[in-house]
């Protein structure tokens, strides 16, 4: 099986409910951000982004919020479905001009039926 | 439309021996990345290409050489494998501007290598 993630921090959601999942990133100057969502062996897939310019950006169920004063990420999942479970993780690119990303360790989402 | 694609799935290797993992994307993306991911941890990048011909080190090169001959390609050779680079690999890519995303990351499935 899948060894990634053995060690990550896991939030429970009963099917139906919304959950919130945390990230506190590291760089003042990062301008991107990005959360992912990986399965159980396979790559990471973008779920949403948001650029260092907002404070809040929705997409289909998902939402992220930004926080800069305190360098925080959350991502909302409204109405979670078991198909959500997975860990998600976010990234941070540092500042514009560069192409690097920084990851998160990620949370595993567990969705209850 | 294959995305990015990555091959072999998994390998296992006797310590000192040697492979190449291939990573291949068909979207036009200037930019490829080789990653991995170990347990507990966030994805740390190996290397990284900015075009065909260039490569650069990112946060744990040491151990690795990586080729971009073709703009599509970018490989990621181990010449003497050790235990410590038992792990999962990932390559990604992603444009230089202008959407889908603002230089979201295209990730490949991932290669699975064990070193013993």
């Known amino acids: 099986g899948e060894s990634v993630g053995l060690h990550l921090p896991t939030l429970s959601v009963q099917e139906g409910d919304n959950s919130i999942i945390n990230c506190a990133y590291s760089?003042?100057?990062?301008?991107?951000f990005i959360w992912y969502k990986q399965e159980s062996g396979k790559g990471p897939q973008f779920i949403i982004d948001?650029?260092?310019?907002?404070d809040k950006r929705q997409g289909q169920r998902v939402t992220v919020l930004l926080n800069k004063t305190v360098k925080h990420l959350s991502l909302q999942i409204a109405a979670t479905q078991p198909g959500d479970s997975a860990v998600y993780f976010c990234?941070?690119?540092?500042?514009?001009?560069?192409?690097?990303?920084?990851f998160g360790t990620g949370t595993r989402l567990k969705v209850l039926a | 439309n294959a995305g990015v694609t990555q091959t072999p799935k998994f390998r296992v290797l006797k310590t000192g021996q040697s492979m190449t993992l291939l990573c291949a994307q068909d979207?036009?993306?200037?930019?490829m990345y080789w990653y991995r991911q170990d347990p507990g941890m966030g994805l740390r990048l190996i290397h990284y290409?900015?075009?065909?011909?260039?490569?650069a080190k990112g946060e744990v090169p040491d151990g690795y050489n990586v080729s971009r001959l073709k703009k599509q390609n970018f490989l990621l050779g181990l010449e003497s494998a050790a235990p410590s680079q038992t792990s999962v690999y990932f390559c990604?890519?992603?444009?230089?501007?202008?959407?889908?995303?603002?230089?979201?990351?295209?990730f490949g499935p991932g290669t699975r290598l064990t070193v013993l």
């Open positions: 979207m036009n993306h200037e930019y």
């Open positions: 760089n003042s100057a990062s301008d991107y």
């Open positions: 948001i650029r260092s310019n907002m």
């Open positions: 990604a890519s992603s444009a230089t501007s202008g959407r889908p995303a603002y230089n979201e990351q295209f």
């Open positions: 290409s900015v075009g065909e011909g260039t490569t």
């Open positions: 990234a941070e690119k540092e500042a514009s001009g560069t192409y690097k990303y920084i």
